[in-house]
């Protein structure tokens, strides 16, 4: 790690460095926060939590109450006013500089960040964009608000090398952009939490809403297979839901342990629990991994195969538009044994210092 690493993020970290908020400063986090997400709301509180270390009153709108309680910040319920009285804008993380996340895309969430700059409300404050991921781009209106945004922005922290390629390719200089990880692998060091007692498998795989991966001829039968493994393993698998609805797998494992996200505070120290993940999403997988948890993926978005290249086990994750029930049977065999080697340690150490660049510049 070098030296400006650990006089940035690292050393905010160590006990007694730490400004204190209420200095006057007031810090904005933009993002989806409205979706009541695990993996959005995460990078939303790792963000919050890097701005009140610097000093700053930091102001996420839409956040939860239970979070904002946990993180210490004041609940707001609208962005009104909030980029006025703002002096530093942060905007991130997710796929939020992509067509809107989700299994139906619509309209975007930098909708807000152009309404407020044509309002006037950005000029002469700093905005950056960290943590996200960008394009490719299905809806023009979505790629001319990723490249307005990053116009305003002071610096464009994206999460792997597809994204930094796509705002290239939009026009987003060279010298504006910073390559990194997602902030996600920083969860233990920047999130206090102490994790729950454990060792079950994490399964979670919440597919019905994505109409395109139901084209696999395969996907009934594997849908079929992934509830089958969890009743006959319900003393060893814990089922996960990302949104406070219950896994999809539940009415055919109704005796399996569930756990769904409601707030981070309790979510958590039982997701560090687990001693494996098997997931259809992607933020599950991060932290998971972040906290050296194997996980494996049948991926519902392409987001997710650029992470598991990032690590370095790209045969660990399979789109599920081509996955085949082979597929799926080998990689619950494999996370039901999986270890964590030395090689994974010292891939995991190297994304979080990359994660660390994209909180460098964010002051």
């Not at 006990?15 to 400063?25: I, K, N, T």
């Not at 996340?101 to 700059?117: C, Q, T």
């Not at 007692?197 to 395109?212: I, K, N, P, T, Y």
Request: hydrophobic content about 40%; some cysteine; charged content about 25%.
């Amino acid at each position: 790690m070098t030296t400006r690493r650990v006089s940035g993020w690292l050393q905010r970290l160590i006990p007694g460095q730490q400004a204190e908020p209420g200095g006057g400063r007031r810090a904005l986090v933009v993002g989806p926060y409205r979706a009541k997400n695990f993996g959005d709301d995460l990078v939303g509180a790792i963000l919050t939590k890097h701005l009140q270390r610097l000093g700053y009153d930091v102001s996420i709108p839409r956040l939860g109450k239970e979070n904002c309680r946990w993180l210490g910040t004041t609940y707001v319920a609208d962005y009104s006013e909030a980029f006025e009285q703002a002096d530093v804008i942060v905007i991130g993380g997710g796929g939020i500089m992509s067509d809107t996340s989700g299994s139906k895309p619509g309209a975007s969430y930098l909708e807000i960040v152009d309404k407020a700059a044509r309002a006037g409300h950005l000029e002469e404050k700093a905005v950056y964009v960290t943590s996200v991921g960008a394009g490719p781009w299905l809806r023009e209106r979505s790629r001319e608000l990723a490249l307005s945004t990053a116009a305003l922005a002071d610096r464009v922290g994206v999460r792997e090398i597809e994204s930094y390629e796509h705002m290239l390719g939009i026009g987003v200089p060279e010298d504006k952009l910073v390559l990194g990880a997602d902030l996600a692998l920083l969860t233990p060091e920047i999130l206090k939490f102490r994790p729950a007692r454990g060792g079950s498998l994490g399964l979670q795989f919440d597919v019905e809403a994505f109409d395109d991966v139901k084209e696999n001829p395969h996907f009934a039968e594997i849908v079929a297979a992934v509830g089958e493994y969890a009743k006959s393993h319900a003393d060893d698998v814990v089922l996960i839901r990302n949104g406070r609805a219950r896994s999809e797998i539940s009415a055919v494992a109704p005796n399996a342990t569930r756990l769904s996200y409601s707030e981070l505070a309790t979510f958590l120290p039982q997701l560090a629990s687990m001693r494996a993940l098997f997931t259809s999403h992607l933020h599950l997988a991060i932290t998971s991994y972040a906290q050296r948890i194997p996980t494996y993926s049948l991926y519902v978005r392409e987001k997710t195969r650029r992470f598991y290249e990032q690590i370095g086990h790209p045969e660990r994750a399979i789109d599920l538009r081509i996955a085949t029930p082979d597929d799926l049977a080998q990689f619950l065999e494999a996370a039901s044994s999986a270890l964590w080697t030395d090689d994974d340690e010292a891939r995991l150490s190297q994304l979080k210092r990359k994660a660390g660049t994209l909180l460098d510049f964010v002051q």
